[in-house]
């Protein structure tokens, strides 16, 4: 196969349909390893300290997918991985959290990496890499695939540049035309700076995203707005007809429904050892439920339980214990 050539392949192809042969959620975005360096005290610039370094399954979109399908939604991920072994390593944990996946392959491109460094209080900074997950083209998008979503979610990773920004407009585009609906993460408010506050509405206005969810500093950040209330209630006017789902870490969450009725979701834990990732299962417990016919803020309550679970934990998606796997799987509706 020559340089750069690309291979789709499906782990669990047609494995997760419902009944009417569409699929319930599907994801497009970034995979890519993370890299976890975590230490007890603060890090010395130009000296030597211990810590606990790892290696862990990550990237916004594929987070979000393994944890919809954890918490009992069937789940497809679409994304891109270099023909090395950190790709053969994407194939096998997506299989293994059966979640559906279309891995777009190519040798032109490492499989994505991401250095996080997770300090003495439990925050995290992150140096992404732009590997194979950057270099997403519109014509190498499983179309047939993506006209039987009956939702797409996309984080914002995947427009802050271009490629895989017109991969992403285009699933979006073409989920739309098969009757589906779109949501949004909007991943980082360092890159959305970066990018133009103005430039980022712009594009990700004309995705058409039903449900928003972003993080306080996001919010604060697109609608110049203080307090989660007046955050909220600006971002509903920027993404008309869209719900807006509030991530306020330690607050708990903040869900502004269609109907225009504000709900504060206090927290019930906020024992941080490492947040990455948190936001990620956010979405991803919040879709498998309003997916389902869960009402919003009930759906906001059991989202906040799954990430408070995820920051008492080492990475984005640590394996659920037997405490955790019971309420995973609780309330899907039939």
Not at 107 to 133: F, P, Y
Not at 240 to 249: E, M, Q, S
Request: charged share 20%; with cysteine; proline share 6%.
């Amino acid at each position: 196969m020559p340089v750069g050539a690309t291979q789709p392949i499906h782990t669990r192809a047609g494995s997760t349909v419902d009944a009417d042969g569409k699929r319930p959620l599907v994801m497009v975005g970034d995979y890519a390893w993370d890299v976890m360096i975590r230490t007890n005290t603060a890090l010395y610039t130009g000296g030597d300290t211990f810590g606990e370094v790892q290696l862990a399954p990550g990237g916004s979109a594929a987070n979000a997918a393994v944890w919809a399908a954890r918490c009992g939604l069937p789940t497809t991920f679409v994304g891109k991985v270099g023909r090395d072994r950190f790709g053969s390593l994407a194939e096998d944990e997506l299989r293994a959290e059966h979640v559906e996946a279309y891995l777009i392959q190519t040798e032109a491109h490492l499989t994505g990496s991401v250095a996080v460094w997770i300090d003495h209080t439990g925050q995290r900074s992150m140096v992404s890499g732009k590997g194979a997950d950057h270099a997403l083209f519109p014509q190498e998008l499983p179309r047939p695939l993506l006209a039987t979503a009956k939702h797409l979610h996309l984080s914002a990773w995947a427009l802050f540049a271009d490629p895989p920004r017109a991969a992403a407009c285009e699933a979006a585009r073409l989920v739309r035309e098969a009757g589906g609906t779109v949501s949004l993460d909007p991943g980082s408010f360092q890159m959305i700076e970066a990018m133009g506050v103005d430039a980022f509405l712009e594009v990700s206005r004309e995705l058409g995203v039903s449900a928003l969810f972003p993080n306080a500093e996001e919010a604060a950040v697109l609608s110049r707005e203080e307090g989660p209330a007046a955050m909220a209630e600006r971002l509903a006017t920027l993404y008309p007809g869209a719900l807006i789902a509030l991530k306020l870490d330690a607050d708990g969450a903040y869900v502004l429904g269609t109907d225009g009725t504000g709900t504060a979701v206090p927290p019930q834990v906020n024992r941080l050892v490492d947040a990455t990732g948190a936001g990620d299962a956010f979405a991803g417990a919040f879709l498998s439920r309003t997916l389902r016919g869960v009402d919003p803020r009930s759906a906001a309550r059991f989202a906040v339980g799954v990430s408070e679970w995820v920051i008492q934990h080492v990475g984005a998606r640590p394996v659920p214990d037997e405490a955790v796997r019971g309420f995973l799987r609780s309330g899907i509706a039939d």
